[in-house]
């Protein structure tokens, strides 16, 4: 085998393959169908892969079970469309406006959850996602409550209007390619050796010297900022945000494609997000029976694939670190728990 061969090993070739498939595949196939569904449901899968991606980086890296992610997805989405439709600023704005007000608000809402370990901390971030979709149901003066907001404005770079769905897609799969691209660096960078090793044992990273509220912190605050670019993509894409497209079914099915993709892996989480997005629409002949079905091969990924398809730590593993190991018990009484 050549040298050039080697280094084109199975490593490379997959990013390259990914490219591909994006940039030319993809577009090509949706200018031939030329239908404007089609064009919806790929924006809608690279949204979601963002999703994933940046939830992966809590989640399968840092190994914190989040159960929240979609609040600060609407974060973004709800602060791209305000800024659009009241304050009359376009999407160059709006983008980094988005992502930075997500990230903000995780910040401070870490800053007094990130000592919590284990079960704690899913349920503070649960409990943070309910409040942030309350908010945005009940603050009717701004969020205008369930009616949510109308983005008129589209998207517009350098003056210049961004129409038809092959543009607005590509718009799209540069904003997404990119962020996952620092996603990617930054889970292999010794920032996430850190996290991987806060993953196995956050006490034994501790005594190492590694700060692991401070990670905390950062990886919950990062993973909001790419979950607000990922808002203010589906605003504008869209033209529309409400608060039921932020809830708490959304975060668990951000959590599931992190699962079946595999937890701690990057490719894991994006084929995850594609799965869990094309499987309803393929099966969407089938009525109210494809939420059963889609639920079924959920289930027998995670039954037969415990670490799901690309992953780094088995489902059941991370979810008896995650929610604690056992109860304590008096003497003479049965333990309950996981071990």
Known sequence: ?????????????????????????????????????????????????????????????????????????????YVAALMGSELKLGFLWGLPAAGLAAGLLAFVVALPTMRLVSIYFAVATLAIGQMINTVLLNWVAVTKGPNGVMLFSGIKLFGWSVKGGLSVYFVVAVVVGLSIWALHRLTHSYWGNALRALREDDQCADAMGIDTVRLKI??????????????????YTTGYVSPGDFNFSNSILILAMVVVGGLGSLPGAIVGAVLLILLPEVLRSFGDLRNVMVGIVMFVSILFLPKGLFGEVPALTFARRALGRRWTAAPGEREVGWK
Do not use: C, D
Request: glycine content about 10%.
């Open 1 to 77: 085998m050549s040298e050039i061969s080697k280094k084109m090993s199975r490593p490379a070739l997959v990013p390259i393959a990914l490219v591909l498939l994006v940039f030319a595949v993809a577009p090509a196939s949706l200018a031939w169908f030329g239908k404007g569904y089609f064009f919806q449901v790929a924006n809608l899968v690279l949204i979601f892969a963002l999703l994933a991606a940046s939830l992966h980086l809590v989640t399968g890296v840092a190994g914190l079970l989040h159960l929240g992610h979609a609040a600060f997805y609407g974060i973004g989405a």
């Open 218 to 235: 950062e990886v919950f605050t990062l993973s909001a900022v790419f979950a607000g670019l990922a808002g203010a993509l589906w605003a």
